[in-house]
Each structure stands twice: as structure tokens, then as C-alpha cells.
């Protein structure tokens, strides 16, 4: 080896190969690590109660560590046993003897299937240095069943469940109650008599009974006590000149002391009012009156105010009296007028409410569709398979044998399959489950195979002839890829998987297709869990995912 244009065998001759051994020597006294030091030190052992047991009952696992006490200690978590399931770790003990410590866990295992088993030895980490216990060798038998005692029945077959409408229902209670809210909301501002507030009543009132009103709430105001005479008189003065307006329909608001004076006087001539001269002329000495105070800050006394409002209050009350009476006619198109009048207010709430719940709708579809995506608002509303699948009721099963354990979106159905003389000469057993087609939105099918010799399973045949059937059913194109595949307690297989076309059988619309083939076995049995769905289905990604997660597999037989 080169180094700076010389071998560098060059620099550890003489001198420089001396230092750099006491550079070694140095490096190895000092900084040596403390896990070498605590390896030399540290003891772990392991022991069972029992080496048979029958199906269903524990075996106690005992693991001991003798180490410093400084040491860090990590014990095997999890499933790490298999083939036999861990139940629980039972305790941990703490042994204290001068600088060492003893610690103790305890692991309760057993077995649901009979057969012998190899528990594997487990690794126990001390500061991150690893000690390995020994392996044993468990017995699992049968319960034995006295089946002169016992009555024996055949397996039921299976029953078809009718389909759960619990989330369906759920969203329409959900609906139903966002309508009723929505719907009490707009009632309750929009439909609904609120109460009138005293000014609405009193506006509400016929222009003679106001006007009288008005004149005693008048009497009683502090006006003239705080000196406030041109509030006072204004106040008068509009009081009686809406009522001449409304009551007896003449322009009085707009119009001058002289000008109000004139056309009552023409009313008076033509007969349609009623009224004495000297009537009228103490109405103009009031608005006369009035006219100082707000014009002229004429400032009378107390006495003449008070008696202007009583004059007023007699005025108002000859006016309505000399007011000729309305005729049949008249009230009926007074009445009907009204009955307009409250149609219309009906009929313009009737349209805020439409418009306020129809604007409410379109924001919030707009808002659903934006936030939520198109797809996503599409498929809540009418619904899609797979995201039906992907929200229901999920089912967690064991299929065949050896089993193969797995949680599907819906239950796997026993297939029945008739194989050629020359397959069934080499097969044993053969145990089918499936759900949905090849073809289809989403399928997942588990095989299990046992073979009558203990020969290594022909993994690449298997695959082939799985790739094969999807050939006869219409995939084409079919892309294939391959890497390892662990399963959640460490039992290693294959992963076949890839994409292919097919056509819609419905409207023979040309679609892609993703599949993956899980294949585990061992001398003398295979088995393999193949799922198909639709690609760009983000629903089915999440169920693979899913149930990819969950796979497990005995590889005892």
C-alpha cells in the first residue's frame, strides 16, 4: 500500500513501528471499554420448569443475570420465543450482593397446537454487549378426549351474516343531527314571533291611541323641570302632526304653522272634518307658541306648557271624533292591505331562510371539497368499497394448517379446489381461504400446503405458477419484483410483488393493477397469502398496509 508516493511499510520500520506498538499498548491499558471489563464479569443463565406440557398449559421461562451493579441490563421484549406465544413477563427480581446484582425475569409460554418445539435462545443485552442463553426443547401434547363420554357433532357449516348498517346509520343520525341544528338556528332567528319591545308595541298602536300615549309619557318627562323647553315643545309639536298625518292624511310634518292651519281649514270647509273655529284657532296659537320657543328661544312659563299639552291632548281628541266613520270598504282594504302587508314579511323570511341554508350547503361543499379533496367528499357521500372495508368491523383469524395468522377488512371463505391426479400424488393437504376475485377492486386469498415428503418447498415454482393464473384471467404486462419479507415474530419469507393490466370486465376499460405474494415454508410445507387490488386505490394501499402489518405465520407442522 501506497502512502505519499512510499510503501508504508516504510514508516513503521525502527523507531517509528516501536512507538506506534506503545501507542497500542498505551490505548489499550487506558481507554480499554468498560463493556470488555463488564463481559468478564457479567453471567446469564437460563432455565424452564418443564419440558412437556399439554396444549394451553405455561411454561416458566426463567432468565438470571449476574452483573455489576452499574450496568445497564436489557431482557428480551416481546415475541421472542416463538413458535411457542409469550403470555406475560411475570416479575423482575433485584438481588443485591456487594458490588454485584442478580436480576430475574420470569416469561410465561405456552403452545395451542401439539407437536416438539425449539425455543430459540434469547439475547440479553449488558451496555449494549450481547449474551445468548441456551435453546430447549418443549413437548407439546394432546388433551386426551374420552369420545365415549363426550358426544361428538359434525362442523357447522358456515352461515352467511347479513351486513352491518351501524355506520351507515351512524352517518345519518350525524346528518339528521346538523339539519336540526342548522334548522332550530334559523328558526330561532329568522321564523320564529320574537316578543316586541315596548316600542315596537306601542308602534303597532292606531295612530289615536299613540298620539295619547306619547302625550302622557310627555306629561311625565322632566323637560320642564331641567329647563329643557324646546325639547319640549318640539316633542308636542311632532306628537300632533303625525297623528294629523296618519289619521287624518294630511302632509303636516313638512308643512309650516300657517300652511297645517290652511288645509285643516279646507278640510273644515269641505266637510270631511268636523272641527270648531275655536278649535282650531288654539291649535295655531300652540304651534305659534312653539315656534317662539324653538325659533326664537321664547321661553314660557310652566303653567302655559303644561296647559299647551292638555289643549293638544283636547285637539287630538275632537280631531278623532270629528273624523267621519270609515265605511265597510274602507275597513276591508285597510284589512286586506294588512293581510298583504303580513304575507310579504312571511314570504321575505321564507326567503332568507332558503337563502341562508342554501348558501350554507354550497360553502359548506365548497369548504369539503377543498380542504378534503374532491375524491375524498365523493366517496364519503355515495360511498366506495374499498374505504368501506378499510372503516368496518376488521377480522382477526387463523387459516389452514400450519396456520396462518392475518386481520382482514371481511372474513376468508374456505375454497374448494380440485387438483390434477399427478398434484394430488405430491400434496397432502391443501387448505384454501379467499376473499373477492383477482380481477376484482380488492382481493386476498391464503394458502396453506402440505406435502407427502419432507423435501425443501419449490418457492420460484410456486411464484410462477401464481404469476400463471394471473395470466389466464386477463393481466398482462406483469412486473415483478422480489425481496425479504419478516413477519411481526421474526419468521422471514419472500416478497413477490408488482403491477399488471387487465380490463374492466364492466365497460372493458383497460386498468393497472398491484399485487403481493408473501411465501413462507419449510421442509414438507409452503404457504402464501396473495393480495390484488387497484392501483392509485389509496384506500386498498391503506388496507395492504394494514394487513401486511399483521401477518403471521407457524412454521411447525
Known amino acids: 500500500m501506497k502512502f505519499g508516493g512510499r510503501n508504508i511499510n516504510y514508516y513503521l520500520n525502527g ?31 437460563a432455565e424452564i420448569d418443564t419440558t412437556n406440557i399439554k396444549i394451553g398449559e405455561q411454561i416458566q421461562y426463567k432468565i438470571t443475570v449476574e452483573t455489576d451493579s452499574t450496568n445497564i441490563v436489557h431482557f428480551p421484549e416481546g415475541q421472542t420465543f ?102 332550530g338556528l334559523v328558526y330561532w332567528f329568522f321564523l320564529r314571533k320574537k316578543p316586541l319591545t315596548q316600542e315596537e308595541e306601542e308602534a303597532l298602536l292606531p295612530p289615536y291611541d299613540r298620539a295619547l300615549l306619547e302625550l302622557k309619557k310627555l306629561e311625565n318627562s322632566k323637560y320642564l323641570i331641567q329647563d329643557e323647553y324646546k325639547k319640549y315643545y318640539s316633542e308636542l309639536t311632532t306628537i300632533v302632526r303625525s297623528y294629523l298625518e296618519e289619521d287624518v292624511n294630511v302632509s303636516a ?53 303644561e296647559q299647551n299639552r292638555k289643549t293638544v291632548e283636547q285637539i287630538v281628541v275632537k280631531t278623532h271624533e270629528a273624523l267621519p266613520e270609515p265605511t265597510e270598504e274602507d275597513l276591508l282594504q285597510t284589512k286586506e292591505y294588512l293581510e298583504e302587508v303580513a304575507k310579504k314579511k312571511q314570504r321575505k323570511k321564507i326567503y332568507w331562510t332558503a337563502a341562508i341554508f342554501a348558501g350554507i350547503v354550497f360553502f359548506g361543499i365548497v369548504f369539503s371539497l377543498v380542504f378534503f379533496g374532491v375524491k375524498q367528499v365523493k366517496d364519503n357521500i355515495f360511498g366506495y368499497p374499498t374505504k368501506e372495508l378499510l372503516e368496518g368491523e376488521w377480522i382477526s383469524s387463523s387459516y389452514g394448517f400450519p396456520p396462518i395468522e392475518i386481520e382482514t377488512p371481511d ?26 376475485s383477482y380481477v376484482g377492486i380488492f382481493s386476498v386469498a391464503t394458502s396453506s400446503v402440505t406435502y407427502k415428503e419432507q423435501n425443501e ?37 419472500i416478497k413477490t410483488f408488482g403491477t399488471g393490466n387487465f380490463k374492466n370486465p364492466v365497460n372493458d376499460e383497460s386498468k393497472k393493477a398491484k399485487y403481493t405474494i408473501l411465501s413462507f415454508g419449510g ?24 394487513i401486511l402489518s399483521t401477518v403471521d405465520v407457524k412454521t411447525q407442522t
Not at 411 to 436: D, K, N, S
Open 15 to 45: 523507531t517509528l513501528k516501536y512507538r506506534f506498538l506503545i501507542l497500542g499498548a498505551f490505548f489499550f491499558i487506558f481507554f480499554t471499554p468498560h463493556e470488555l471489563i463488564s463481559q468478564e464479569s457479567s453471567n446469564v443463565t
Open 457 to 493: 418447498p419449490n418457492f420460484e415454482a410456486a411464484i410462477g405458477s401464481t404469476l400463471g393464473t394471473f395470466e389466464s384471467l386477463g393481466i398482462k404486462n406483469i412486473i415483478t419484483k422480489q425481496e425479504e419479507f419478516i413477519t411481526k415474530s421474526g419468521v422471514q419469507g
Open 253 to 305: 310634518l313638512e308643512s309650516t304653522t300657517g300652511q297645517l292651519i290652511a288645509k285643516l281649514e279646507m278640510l273644515k270647509d269641505a266637510g270631511e272634518l268636523k272641527l270648531d273655529d275655536e278649535t282650531l284657532i288654539q291649535f295655531q296659537n300652540i304651534l305659534q307658541t312653539a315656534d317662539l320657543v324653538k325659533f326664537a328661544k321664547s321661553k314660557p312659563s310652566t303653567s302655559i306648557a
Open 82 to 183: 416463538s413458535p411457542l406465544e409469550t403470555v406475560e413477563a411475570i416479575m423482575m427480581d433485584t438481588v443485591k450482593n456487594d458490588k454485584k446484582v442478580i436480576l430475574q425475569r420470569v416469561y410465561a409460554l405456552t403452545q395451542f397446537d401439539s407437536g416438539a418445539y425449539t425455543i430459540p435462545s434469547q439475547r440479553i443485552a449488558i451496555n449494549e454487549q450481547p449474551f445468548f442463553t441456551d435453546s430447549f426443547r418443549i413437548k407439546v401434547a394432546d388433551v386426551a378426549v374420552d369420545t365415549t363420554k363426550q358426544k361428538m357433532f359434525d362442523i357447522k357449516p358456515l352461515i352467511e351474516v347479513e351486513k352491518s348498517y351501524a355506520e351507515i346509520w351512524k352517518i345519518v343520525l350525524w346528518i339528521l343531527l346538523g339539519l336540526a341544528i342548522i334548522g
Open 523 to 546: 421442509k414438507g410445507f409452503m404457504q402464501q397469502i396473495i393480495i390484488t387490488w387497484e392501483d392509485g386505490d389509496e384506500y386498498a394501499e391503506q388496507i395492504v398496509d394494514r
Open 411 to 436: 372474513v376468508l371463505i374456505r375454497q374448494e379446489i380440485e387438483l390434477p391426479p399427478e398434484t394430488q400424488e405430491l400434496i397432502q393437504q391443501l387448505q384454501t381461504f379467499a376473499y373477492g
